[in-house]
């Protein structure tokens, strides 16, 4: 019996070995990252465990993103980034992307692909459980929270039961409002916020082979969404010129093989898909935008690991060209390279971020901000019974700061439609 | 591992995520200080609307208002407990408020994972819903041994699902107790 593409992944981070679905397997890891909600944390766990004059077993494989709690006065968040600062220091590690400096980049999912430290066959963990996004770049990549993290500060190891796979292929061609926000959203709905818990998303088809790395980020970033363990995509010469332009570091690209076995496969027509959106409060509550045509909203959200990546700011950009929004829209890039492409990238001659701020959006700077709540004072976040069209992960109750606000997820295109009327509108209105 | 467990249940429905049961708000937080982290307990499942903390009637606080501590001992739940972030805050958090066990129909990974590598408490498993069987403020008795939860209250008795791979990390108590045992760490480590 062949391996799936995960199957093989961890076989080879696991000496090697043959690996069948439900083993526990020791993989080495290549990758640890973290970040300012759970780094201190992670290293408390770590010198209690490992002594407080333990070293981290390698510190080119350690990664630290603060990105969740940047931007707020907060007392305790500003103690947590000294944390980390104390520790890369006491360390010596190499990469770490502190706030308020030039190096710093913003949200950590979509960093470790703009730094190089996403690469094809190897195993990443980190502190969040956006961690799956990274399987865009065929390699395993799943959250794990601090006393795995800080297991694996001290061993470079960590155990791993051997997920099934669940196959999602498209074939054929998107419509041009499409965007992969709603090809998960779809997925998610089809399969419920538990229908891949414990298992692995694997995408293929050739209209997914047809998407950007971002929009490949995007549909393995929500598979946590679906309990998904870890989602995954095999390189391809996509993968390869993104990855080549931004690391040395040799790596391995695997593929499943012929007779790998899947627990579950899908095929879609690409089509035929619709933009969707999911209502309040659950990633699954899947409608049609068409359905939703209409609720009254009170701002839109673009940002996040999920739906503020240059892609996503093409996509909203080209609807919000020369118009005005009805409601508050909040501009968030999830990095800092996003952000200086906002100024770099032009339709007809005006750069996104003039578009932005022409049609009276509220530009932030880069960092996790309102997608999941956060200090009072973060950017963005719901304070009270506002309904939001967003474009990050998670709807459920308080997600984006009050329980009492609404959250309907949607694309770009959606999101961007729906800024310019005030309600739920489908963007081929626009287009 | 505590093999019987004994105290009042608090009961939710499905799909409690991480942001119910610690707010991100609160992520703040050291969970190394030991008095700073007390305030995990103060704010455990306080993202949890009102109609559902506490089922069948809701509007029951976990936590009292003031209190660091809960006067539950066990939590009951029902599909996919503990879904979304990764946040160890959010079975760290339990645990300081003194919940000892969550009996869940299923649970997400991550939370699960957590749960046992961290030794927070014991996450267990019923082949059949008992939110709708069990009333928030009910005297429970978990025996681990037997695999059974018995609502005292009630005078009504239920088979859990066998523990299987995670036992062996409970008994020894965290992921580090385990790898000792092992043999993955030094056991003077």
């Not at chain 1, 870890?230 to 993968?239: G, R």
């Not at chain 1, 005006?350 to 009072?376: R, V, Y």
């Not at chain 2, 105290?7 to 799909?15: C, E, H, M, P, S």
């Not at chain 2, 599909?79 to 959010?90: D, M, T």
Request: glycine letters at 10%; a neutral charge.
């Amino acid at each position: 019996m062949g391996m799936t593409l995960t199957e093989k992944i961890l076989s080879a981070h696991a000496g090697g070995k043959s690996v069948r679905p439900g083993d526990n397997v020791w993989v080495d890891v290549d990758v640890l990252m973290t970040h300012d909600v759970c780094g201190p944390g992670t290293i408390g766990i770590f010198k209690r465990q490992f002594g407080k004059n333990a070293r981290v077993w390698d510190r080119e494989k350690v990664v630290i993103i603060p990105d969740h709690y940047i931007f707020t006065s907060d007392p305790h968040a500003r103690r947590n980034l000294e944390i980390l600062r104390d520790f890369v220091k006491e360390q010596g590690l190499p990469y770490f992307y502190d706030a308020g400096t030039r190096n710093y980049k913003g949200v950590c999912h979509l960093a470790l692909a703009q730094e190089g430290h996403n690469r094809p066959g190897e195993v990443l963990f980190g502190t969040d459980s956006h961690t799956c996004t990274s399987g865009a770049f065929g390699m395993f990549s799943t959250g794990i929270g601090n006393t795995d993290a800080a297991f694996i500060l001290g061993t470079g190891k960590l155990w791993v039961k051997v997920p099934e796979t669940m196959y999602f292929e498209f074939n054929g061609t998107f419509p041009p409002y499409i965007m992969a926000k709603d090809i998960i959203l779809q997925v998610i709905g089809d399969i419920g916020v538990d229908g891949a818990t414990y298992r692995t998303m694997e995408w293929g088809g050739d209209a997914i082979a047809k998407f950007s790395m971002e929009e490949r980020m995007t549909l393995c970033n929500m598979a946590i969404e679906g309990g998904g363990k870890n989602a995954v995509i095999e390189a391809d010469d996509t993968t390869l010129n993104y990855v080549r332009r931004r690391t040395q570091k040799p790596y391995t690209v695997h593929r499943s093989d012929k007779d790998a076995n899947y627990c579950f496969k899908k095929v879609y027509n690409a089509g035929a898909m619709e933009p969707v959106v999911a209502k309040p409060h659950s990633p699954d509550n899947k409608a049609l935008v068409k359905e939703c045509q209409g609720v009254r909203l009170d701002r839109s959200y673009i940002g996040s690991c999920t739906g503020g990546k240059i892609t996503d700011f093409k996509a909203a950009a080209q609807l919000l060209k020369g118009k005005t929004v009805k409601i508050d829209t909040f501009i968030v890039p999830a990095t800092k390279e996003v952000e200086d492409d906002l100024h770099k990238e032009k339709i007809g001659g005006q750069s996104l971020m003039d578009i932005f701020k022409n049609a009276g959006a509220h530009l932030g700077p880069p960092s996790c901000a309102a997608c999941l709540g956060g200090p009072q004072d973060t950017f963005g976040r719901t304070q009270a019974e506002e309904v939001v069209i967003s474009t990050t992960n998670r709807n459920f109750p308080g997600r984006m700061g009050s329980k009492k606000s609404q959250v309907y997820l949607a694309s770009p295109y959606t999101a961007a439609a729906s800024a310019l009327t005030g309600r739920i509108t489908d963007p081929r209105e626009f287009l | 591992m505590q093999k019987v467990i004994e105290g009042k249940a608090y009961v939710l429905g499905n799909n409690i995520d991480t942001d119910q049961i610690i707010p991100a708000e609160r992520l703040v937080y050291s969970l190394s200080d030991p008095e700073e982290k007390k305030n995990y307990g103060r704010y455990a499942l306080s993202g949890v609307p009102a109609p559902a903390a506490g089922l069948p009637d809701g509007n029951h606080a976990f936590v009292k208002e003031g209190d660091r501590r809960s006067e539950y001992a066990i939590i009951v739940g029902g599909k996919n407990f503990g879904c979304g972030s990764s946040r160890e805050h959010a079975p760290a958090c339990l645990q300081i408020a003194g919940i000892q066990a969550v009996i869940a129909e299923s649970y997400a990974r991550i939370f699960y994972r957590n749960s046992v590598d961290g030794g927070f408490f014991i996450p267990l498993e019923t082949t059949t819903p008992l939110i709708d069987e069990i009333r928030t403020g009910d005297r429970l008795s978990v025996d681990i041994g037997a695999g059974t939860v018995t609502n005292v209250s009630a005078k009504r008795q239920y088979p859990l699902k066998p523990l299987g791979d995670v036992l062996e990390i409970l008994e020894a108590g965290t992921i580090f107790e385990y790898a000792k045992k092992a043999g993955m760490l030094p056991k003077d480590s």
